[in-house]
């Protein structure tokens, strides 16, 4: 039986001076916006690569410009179950980021059709409502990809979240123009794509504004 591949992993351990706070406090804070698996207090995990390489860099001349110290590996787990448990781990939290945009993306779907569905007049009259909710979408993006540096390993995940922005900011422009017949083919084709859109031909507004309550 052939030997598994191990994955390649850069480690970065490092100690702040206490007092400051703000100094540990910015460093912790980096380090979620990179997305690392806390291996333990001060230890951090991600799989190797050129970009992750450069960012821990980064980060480990920052710290010593702290009058911290740190210091960066390259390890690989001697553990099968411990290193999947890890890349479980990262892979679980960068799904559930872009898994929030597709969310978000069939909420916004859902919204204008309600609005579609009570005439065109109300789709104008609640164009600054869309605005804000695919303004969340974008920022809830701009956040997963900024997490994201595991590479070709969340790229599903990532070209399904980045699809579902696409159709909305379409169908927002679309609205814009005050299209609302374009509007309506268009939901009618994205129907199933990102999330169950209600069925704003049929069903009356109350009943679904009731169902579609923003959570």
Known sequence: MPEREAIRWLQLTYKVPSEPSQKRVWVWRRLQHLGAFALQ????????????EKQFRQLACDIQGFGGESSLFAVTALSEVDEQRILQALLDARNSEYNAVVETCGQLLSQIALSLQASSEGA??????????????????RAARRHDLLGNLTATSRATAAEALVICEQLFRV?????????????????????????????????????????
Request: net charge negative; aromatic share 10%; glycine share 2%.
């Open 124 to 141: 104008l009259s609640e164009h600054e409502m869309h605005e804000g909710l695919l303004e969340k979408v974008h920022v809830l993006f």
């Open 175 to 215: 609205l814009m123009e005050h299209d609302y017949q374009k509007a309506r083919r268009l939901l009618e084709f994205y129907h199933n794509t990102i999330a169950p859109l209600p069925d704003y031909q049929s069903a009356s507004p109350s009943d679904e504004k009731a169902r579609a309550k923003p959570v």
């Open 41 to 52: 207090n001060s230890v951090y995990l991600l799989p190797f690569s050129d970009e992750v």
